[in-house]
């Protein structure tokens, strides 16, 4: 890797860039390149998307003016070139300096960056905003989205496209088209962008033309001058413009370009061989849930597993090799997976939906409506939920509140990995309503006291019995009630711990029997308290005479910030739970 870094740390904004030969322009290419991998192979982070659009990057602050000019960004997950020319470089090539720089675009660090965004397919409908109000006030600049092949396949995406297609005035689409999503892509519309490819943009049916875009196309994606050429001619354009480049995932970096789904976001790797680095592998709870699957496919063919484009956040790559007819991924397209798992199970079929915990937010109209009101017995994990030290795109704390108010829905937290099994095959075996389980981002939990009962609906168990203080540790927090109740016993307190099981109802023969020998209730959840699973729990001890204290995590959105300083924050140590119930 090069180390000086000579023209790039001359870059403190885009107006450095205009002043580049086109000579210099692909030297500082080349140098973006190396710090890229400088730092993703250090600290991990998207590799092959951000080393596919240097170029186009180079070649947009080159012809455009941020930030009068306005570029948005689909996910974001590619904007670290963007990030170097606009006085962020620093984080790139500076080791010292690596946490000063999101993954993704972030309006605190820079005025350039004009929306937080982590999420897919939102760059048109975020942008036709922008554009409605530039012309709203008579302003006069362009409006640029950029946007991924694969995140053309969300449904945000095609409403946006279809409402900025009746414009009749400045906007630009870049289609970045490298043939890939997270994985690959997966929909009839790509049929259409590999016939536009195949005839140098000139197919006589074309996706954009028909929603009322001009169109233009780049095949070599990678070519900064040509890609300023090209864009030069679509500045200060009066109309909807898409130009569609073709360009490679990963490009200039061989592991990546080979590889192309395991480089999508890398843990930190060798430059040279482009293998990962020695790391301590621990079981999680998404490997349980694979492994599960893989079981009962050798007896069940009816089992239909089916994901939203990101098969490996949640440990399917597996078993999507191994079984394809049984593995169905809709494309980057959460709200029509949900709808298209009520159809198989309305069918017979028995499917389970798998979704990264920050993502089944996007679905919640189809929760509601196309699943339960329907009331499809389908069962969906959304793993990786609870307190984490994720960016503020990626929080996975909000999804008890979310579903555990939606009528016909029975939602499970299972507190370790055997708990994890017995909540699946009770998901699978009824066929009365939807289930959803969430399942932690930490290992799975060894517990002193782990749940053996049999589970029935909305009932929990009471896993040690005791007096004066009853624990509700829910899900990944059973294993806290116990530590909590560890430190309590050294205080005189021999506490109960309760596993609640559920996340969607109440047990309220067992809460109504627990005032008779308890004074204090405690709830513990891994998840927003505001609308969660304790308020519940608080709401039916309005009337009785016992006090109950909920602790989970504050209704905030936070920024890679570490678990423990989060725990500490919301009071959940057992030191800080013992100390107020004393």
Known sequence: ?????????????????????????????????????????????????????????????????????????????????????????????????????????????????????????????????????RDFKGEKHNVIAIIGDGSLSGGEAFEGLDNVGDFKSNFIVIVNDNEMSIAENHGGLYGNLAKLRETKGQASDNYFKALGFDYRYVEDGNDVVKLITELMKVKDVDHPV??????????????????????????????????????????????????????????????????????????????????????????????????????MAKSGLKPVGLFYGGFIQRTYDQLSQDLCLNKSPAVIVVESCGITAMDVTHLSIFDIAMTSNIPNLVGLAPSCKSETVRMLDWAFAQK?????????????????????????????????????????????????????????????????????????????????????EHEIIVTLEDGVLSGGFGEKVSAFYGDKPVKVYNFGADKEFTDRVPVAELLKRNDLTPEQIVRKIM
Not at 315 to 334: L, S, T, Y
Not at 491 to 508: M, S
């Open 242 to 343: 898409v130009v569609h480049i073709h360009t490679l995932k990963g490009h200039g970096y061989h592991p990546a370009e080979k590889n192309k789904e395991a480089f999508h976001w890398s843990l930190p790797f060798d430059v040279d061989s482009g293998k990962v680095l020695p790391f301590e592998a621990k079981e999680s709870y998404g490997a349980v849930v694979a492994d599960y699957l893989e079981k009962r496919v050798q007896k069940d063919p009816q089992l239909a597993v089916v994901n939203a484009g990101t098969p490996g956040a949640v440990c399917m790559q597996g078993f999507r090799d191994k079984h394809p007819d049984n593995f169905f991924d809709v494309g980057i397209a959460e709200e029509h997976l949900v709808a298209f798992i009520s159809g």
């Open 432 to 516: 009365d309503f939807p289930v959803i389980i969430r399942t932690p981002a930490d290992v799975p939990n060894v517990l002193t006291y782990e749940p053996k009962e049999n589970i029935e609906l909305n009932k929990f168990e009471m896993v040690k019995k005791g007096s004066k203080v009853a624990l509700l540790g829910l899900g990944n927090f059973l294993k806290l009630a116990e530590e909590t109740a560890e430190l309590l016993k050294e205080k005189g307190v021999d506490a109960t711990i309760i596993n609640p099981r559920f996340t969607t109802g109440l047990d309220e023969k067992m809460l109504s029997s627990l005032p008779a």
């Open 1 to 133: 890797m090069m180390a000086d870094y000579e023209i790039l740390k001359t870059i403190n904004s885009p107006k450095d860039v205009k002043d580049l030969s086109f000579m210099g322009l692909k030297e500082l290419c080349d140098e973006m390149r190396s710090a890229i991998l400088n730092r993703v192979s250090r600290i991990g982070g998207h590799v092959g998307p951000n080393l596919g659009v240097i170029e186009l990057t180079v070649a947009l602050h080159y012809v455009f003016n941020s930030p009068v000019d306005k570029l948005v960004w689909d996910v974001s997950h590619q904007s670290y070139p963007h990030k170097m020319l606009t006085g962020r470089a620093i984080g790139f090539y500076d080791e010292s300096r690596f946490g000063e720089i999101t993954g993704y675009t972030a309006p605190q660090e820079s005025e350039h960056d004009i929306f937080t965004v982590g999420h897919t397919s939102t760059s048109v409908s975020l942008a036709a905003g922008l554009a409605k109000a």
